[in-house]
């Protein structure tokens, strides 16, 4: 399946003026928050070259997140560390997706959003699209802004808290992050119900008892 404004298309042709497409960053690492983006083009300024954002490059991400935000109608969802582990992975990414429209200067006609789950509590009709961010630009666009703003924040956190290569891994589980877990320790940006941490938490009340 090649990336098409085809689902945009047929939803402006049905009277959708403002059509969002949502998706989610940051479901499988070890650290940091789950973030989601929504983003409503504008049909007379679409940026060439949008994919799912796992396709490109750092460059090519960098230079199509500030045409987005100059062209697009633009919203950001996050769902916490705490909220990850209070929840659970799937329930603060769909959190983050619904934060994320909420955030939209517009409300939207309908939502794209990426997957097979549909967050509740949405303000207008919506359709999940499995694998969107490879088929919808709009949802594509989404997977774009969230990755940037989602490695922005890690590499802050880097300078917070060096030696784990957030900076580079966003947190995702490296075997240099891996590593750095075993001999730097836990962090409050770690997700404590991920196995990993969990683990490494567990060895350490073992040896303390």
């Not at 309908?110 to 997957?115: A, F, P, R, S």
């Not at 030696?163 to 891996?178: D, F, I, L, Q, V």
């Amino acid at each position: 399946m090649t990336i098409s404004l085809e689902l945009e298309e047929s939803l402006w042709a049905r009277g959708a003026r403002h059509v969002a497409g949502v998706d989610e960053v940051g479901r499988g690492p070890l650290a940091g928050p789950v973030v989601a983006a929504a983003v409503v083009l504008n049909r007379a300024s679409i940026p060439e070259g949008l994919d799912d954002s796992k396709k490109l490059s750092i460059k090519r991400r960098a230079f199509l997140a500030p045409l987005l935000r100059q062209s697009a109608l633009v919203g950001l969802g996050v769902a916490t560390v705490e909220e990850i582990d209070a929840l659970n992975i799937l329930q603060a990414s769909l959190l983050a997706m619904r934060r994320a429209v909420e955030d939209l200067p517009v409300v939207p006609d309908h939502l794209l959003i990426d997957g097979n789950r549909l967050p509740q509590g949405l303000p207008c009709p919506a359709t999940t699209v499995v694998g969107g961010d490879g088929r919808s630009p709009s949802i594509a666009a989404a997977s774009i802004v969230a990755k940037i703003w989602r490695d922005d924040v890690m590499k802050k956190a880097a300078t917070q808290f060096p030696g784990y290569g957030w900076e580079t891994n966003a947190g995702y589980p490296t075997k240099c992050h891996k590593s750095a877990l075993r001999n730097l320790g836990v962090t409050p940006f770690h997700r404590r119900s991920f196995a990993p941490v969990r683990d490494i938490l567990w060895q350490g009340k073992n040896t303390s008892d």
